[in-house]
């Protein structure tokens, strides 16, 4: 990978620091589709119930350097962009396969039944939704070294 | 058998015009239809074959009974194209009542949208009992031309891509029992080729060089079967499994994973949708995998 992608930008989400309102949800459903039915939201909010832990885990697009989705995608649908480094879906190249929905380990690309084609996070353009609204500062904008970092110590236990 | 004593009749039940050329354009065949005993007759009452393109709307519904009243059996019916046999394009619009074997029994479909001509001679000639020289060669889907499509079952993936972008719904996927079942309904298909082109696996092609006339609409299908995955964790099929095997390999052509992280993308890949997302554990395992992943690129 080129120089370039240590200084792109992502989104992390840090459990830590958040409280469950869903207010990312609410937001991102609503910017992408005008409706509040979270179950169009590109990123998703999971609680452990059953537990009772009071912990958070969320359901957000990585913008992977080497994304699963855009190898898997056999129409050229997704893409990531160079500069950016941005993983989206054209939806007027998407032919419904779904490979993106099931090889991507979180299954971040959904298949949306109206537009028949699969819909993901598209990082609102430059300026998240969720993380405009997200009063706790859960979920950032910071660059992939600062996400790698953070994601090393969540996820892997490497400080 | 009706042999050399065939009286067509031809009525337009509410047809865009497309599979009336087409009947048309069988003249230009020259196939002798005198010699033959085939005639073109201008009543009902004359006629012993009725001959119909189009679905059935609200005007032609009464009209339709009453000519095939007037029809003196033994009398057959022939429906050509796709709104003759499910109303094709039309599906949906306020003015239609049906297909037309919710009014008449219908004796043969010719499948397409349109047939071609070659195909319509074909098949009447097949139906009535007639004998044509070289007509198998007629048949012949030419060089650039596109018939039903046919699916193969070796090569099909069954990932569904074909039916969502199917704009005449004419593939069906069925998913009950441990098998997927892609299914290619010739009665609706309009011929345009996208099921081919969006094809992930090469596994549709649309030159068919059978005969495309059916008794039994339902019976005009090309299938194809696919074993479906089963979760890891729930146990419910959810994917099919040659699509997974598919994905993976073009993702091994394309990115060199460490054997750990490819091992987690394995188990990932069998796991459905809903367990991923089952609680925050899975997610979890899903956002390790892909970190681990990333620390490989640094």
Redesign the interface.
């Given at each position: 990978?080129g120089d370039n992608s240590q200084n792109q930008k992502v989104i992390v989400y840090e459990?830590e620091l958040c409280t469950g309102c869903r207010h990312c949800e609410i937001v991102c459903a609503f910017k992408h589709y005008s409706s509040v039915d979270l179950n169009k939201s590109y990123i998703?909010i999971?609680?452990?119930g059953?537990e009772g832990t009071g912990?958070?885990?969320?359901?957000n697009c990585?913008h992977?350097?080497?994304p699963?989705c855009v190898?898997?995608c056999?129409?050229g649908a997704l893409g990531k962009d160079e500069g950016t480094g941005w993983v989206t879906v054209n939806p007027l190249k998407c032919?419904?396969?779904?490979?993106c929905?099931?090889?991507c380990?979180?299954?971040v690309p959904?298949f949306d039944e109206e537009r028949?084609a699969a819909a993901k996070c598209d990082f609102c353009g430059g300026d998240p939704e969720c993380v405009k609204h997200c009063s706790p500062a859960a979920l950032r904008v910071v660059t992939r070294e600062e996400a790698?970092q953070l994601?090393?110590r969540?996820?892997?236990g490497i400080r | 058998m009706i042999t050399n004593d065939i009286r067509i009749f031809r009525f337009d039940a509410s047809s865009c015009n497309g599979c009336d050329i087409e009947v048309l354009a069988i003249l230009t065949l020259g196939l002798p239809l005198d010699e033959l005993g085939v005639k073109i007759v201008d009543t009902p009452q004359e006629a012993n074959t009725l001959v119909i393109t189009g679905g059935v709307n609200i005007k032609s519904e009464p009209e339709l009974e009453e000519i095939y009243e007037l029809i003196e059996p033994p009398r057959r019916v022939i429906a050509i194209g796709s709104c003759a046999a499910t109303m094709g394009i039309f599906k949906g619009s306020y003015s239609m009542i049906g297909p037309i074997d919710e009014i008449v029994p219908v004796d043969l479909y010719i499948m397409g949208c349109p047939p071609r001509p070659q195909v319509i001679a074909g098949a009447l000639a097949d139906a009535l009992g007639l004998d044509i020289e070289g007509m198998e060669s007629l048949l012949e889907t030419p060089e650039g031309f596109r018939a039903e499509p046919v699916v193969s079952s070796i090569k099909c993936i069954g990932?569904?891509?074909c039916?969502?972008?199917c704009p005449a719904g004419a593939i069906e996927i069925d998913n009950t029992g441990a098998d997927r079942v892609v299914k290619f309904t010739h009665k609706d298909c309009i011929f345009c080729a996208t099921c081919e082109e969006?094809c992930?696996s090469e596994a549709v092609e649309l030159t068919y060089k059978d005969k495309s006339w059916f008794e039994d609409k339902e019976a005009a299908i090309s299938e194809a079967t696919v074993e479906l995955k089963k979760c890891l964790l729930c146990g419910l099929p959810f994917?099919s499994s040659r699509?997974?095997d598919?994905?993976?390999k073009?993702?091994e052509e394309?990115?060199r994973i460490p054997k750990e992280a490819h091992d987690?993308?394995l188990w990932?890949?069998s796991i459905c949708?809903d367990c991923?997302?089952k609680?925050?554990?899975e997610?979890?395992?899903?956002?390790?995998?892909?970190?681990?992943?990333?620390?490989r690129?640094?």
């Open positions: 990978m459990p998703s999971l609680f452990n059953d912990a958070f885990e969320a359901v990585q992977c350097e080497e699963i190898n898997a056999p129409s032919i419904g396969c779904q490979m929905v099931y090889m380990p979180l299954s959904f028949k790698l994601n090393k969540l996820y892997l | 990932c569904a891509a039916m969502h972008s969006v992930p994917v699509q997974i598919w994905a993976m073009k993702i394309k990115l987690r993308l990932s890949s949708t991923r997302r609680g925050i554990n997610v979890k395992e899903a956002k390790k995998t892909l970190a681990s992943i990333a620390i690129t640094q």
